[in-house]
């Protein structure tokens, strides 16, 4: 089973306006994080936000949040007034308990900002 | 600068080669990560190092060697048993002290098999 699920390929969002990429996860592990990524058409990959499953608040680092629905094993990422410059891939990733080395991504999801 | 160095940028190479993509990092981090992506895909681990000499396979080990002499190193060479080497990969560090909740990536390198 995949551990991580990215359903949209492709998103188009205007300008100044709210975006939700979707994710979800699959574990059994009551321990787990879960990290959001942008990749610009460059190649290098930036950390956006991190959320713990024992975190009793939603992640948030300026225009990023992450919308964290533990029963419904979601972790998906809001950016608020988008920009140009945030259009780019999208990766959700997850790692999970005792294992601190592994982490898991999903296929991505690639975001154009129209202007 | 702290950061992660990836060389080379482009990489070719012939088929039946072996090549060694180079990662060096110079933010004191134990562990050290190498990912493939493949286009219009995610990562996926190839092997990673929590400790100086000391590694482990991730889920494509299988065609790829790595050693790691240094804290700071991390090389990764792509032999002739791997199948279908063209892919761009990345190479991160991560640091015990924030309980590897942050991996920072290095700008890649895009191989290219001939």
């Known amino acids: 089973a995949q551990k991580i699920t990215q359903t949209q390929p492709g998103m188009f969002v205007q300008e100044k306006e709210a975006v939700t990429l979707d994710c979800t996860y699959d574990t059994s592990d009551p321990s787990y994080g879960l990290f959001w990524y942008k990749q610009p058409s460059s190649g290098e990959m930036i950390f956006l936000i991190y959320q713990g499953s024992y975190d009793q608040q939603n992640a948030t680092e300026g225009r990023y949040s992450l919308n964290f629905q533990k029963a419904r094993k979601s972790a998906n990422l809001v950016i608020s007034a988008s920009q140009l410059g945030d259009s780019a891939m999208y990766f959700c990733a997850m790692r999970e308990g005792n294992n601190f080395n592994k982490f898991y991504f999903g296929s991505g999801t690639k975001l154009n900002v129209k202007p | 600068d702290g950061g992660i160095t990836q060389s080379p940028k482009y990489l070719f190479r012939k088929e039946g080669q072996n090549v060694t993509l180079s990662c060096e990092q110079n933010?004191?981090?134990?562990?050290m990560y190498w990912y493939r992506q493949d286009p219009g895909q995610g990562l996926r681990l190839i092997y990673y190092?929590?400790?100086?000499?000391?590694?482990q396979k991730g889920d494509i080990a299988e065609g790829y060697s790595v050693s790691r002499e240094k804290k700071e190193s991390f090389p990764l060479t792509v032999t002739s048993a791997q199948k279908n080497p063209t892919a761009f990969y990345l190479c991160a560090s991560g640091n015990s002290g924030t309980g590897y909740n942050e991996q920072f990536f290095g700008p890649g390198t895009r191989l290219t098999v001939l």
């Open positions: 933010l004191n981090h134990d562990a």
């Open positions: 190092s929590q400790i100086v000499n000391d590694f």
